[in-house]
């Protein structure tokens, strides 16, 4: 039986094809603030692999969420689109209003959520978001801009000064003013994450676009990256429904 997975975040679509818990196909695009015109571009390609099940998670709002429902509706398949719950399969949502909670951020603490264990859950995305959970219960987290945010926001609001683009990658002090600039809005995200370490110990996952070079400076930590953390977090919501 195969199966299709969506994410559709604030500017990229995502999608994962699977059959038996192994991965067939998988992309990620731009969608330029008009996912469901991307996805209409998509899903004749889709059409040609009898889906049976569809899974979405999805930071649109309804209307948008309607119409990406009625362009799946081509493929014959049952829709799932992932929700925010106060309770579910055992998790506790650590908001007071859980609908509050992003449901990307859901997902990933839904994927990765033990009884016995503690976690500290760090996507590293369009955003960098920290959730942390304590057995079944999500603890609430915290949200920072990420370092291409940071970087767009201080070229923004610095007069006479260009900063180019550069790898963000080391922690040393700049020698200039781009190395400056990028390894001081690296050691402030790596930081944060640390100091939240250091108070609350638990095991450190790792998600998103910019997981690997976050796991290069907090090796200390023993993090493990989750490369398709919400696609796991996806399937599983949609099995307990």
């Known amino acids: 039986?195969?199966?299709?997975?969506?994410?559709?975040?604030?500017?990229?679509?995502?999608?994962?094809?699977?059959?038996?818990?192994?991965?067939?196909?998988?992309?990620?695009?731009?969608?330029?603030?008009?996912?469901?015109?991307?996805?209409?571009?998509?899903?004749?390609?889709?059409?040609?692999?009898?889906?049976?099940?569809?899974?979405?998670?999805?930071?649109?709002?309804?209307?948008?969420?309607?119409r990406v429902c009625q362009i799946l509706a081509i493929l014959n398949a049952p829709i799932h689109i992932a929700k925010v719950h106060a309770e579910f399969a055992g998790l506790s949502c650590g908001y007071d209003e859980p609908k509050q909670l992003g449901i990307d951020r859901w997902l990933q603490v839904l994927a990765v959520a033990q009884p016995e264990q503690n976690f500290c859950v760090v996507g590293c995305g369009t955003a960098l978001t920290i959730?942390?959970?304590?057995?079944?219960?999500?603890?609430g987290g915290y949200i920072l801009p990420n370092l291409?945010?940071?970087?767009?926001?201080?070229?923004?609001?610095?007069?006479?000064?260009?900063?180019p683009d550069s790898a963000f990658a080391e922690l040393t002090p700049g020698r200039n003013t781009a190395d400056g600039v990028h390894h001081g809005i690296l050691l402030g995200l790596i930081s944060s994450i640390e100091k939240i370490l250091q108070h609350t110990p638990r095991q450190l996952i790792l998600t998103g676009g910019d997981a690997a070079l976050f796991a290069q400076h907090l090796q200390a930590y023993h993090p493990k990256i989750e490369t398709d953390l919400l696609l796991k977090g996806l399937q599983h919501y949609t099995a307990t429904v």
């Open 131 to 139: 959730d942390l959970t304590q057995g079944m219960q999500h603890l």
């Open 148 to 163: 291409y945010l940071q970087r767009d926001a201080l070229i923004q609001n610095t007069k006479g000064i260009k900063i």
């Open 1 to 66: 039986m195969r199966q299709l997975w969506l994410d559709l975040g604030n500017t990229r679509l995502k999608y994962w094809i699977t059959e038996a818990d192994q991965l067939l196909q998988h992309g990620a695009e731009l969608h330029l603030q008009s996912p469901a015109d991307l996805l209409l571009g998509l899903v004749h390609s889709f059409k040609s692999l009898s889906i049976a099940k569809i899974g979405i998670s999805s930071v649109l709002d309804a209307t948008n969420n309607a």
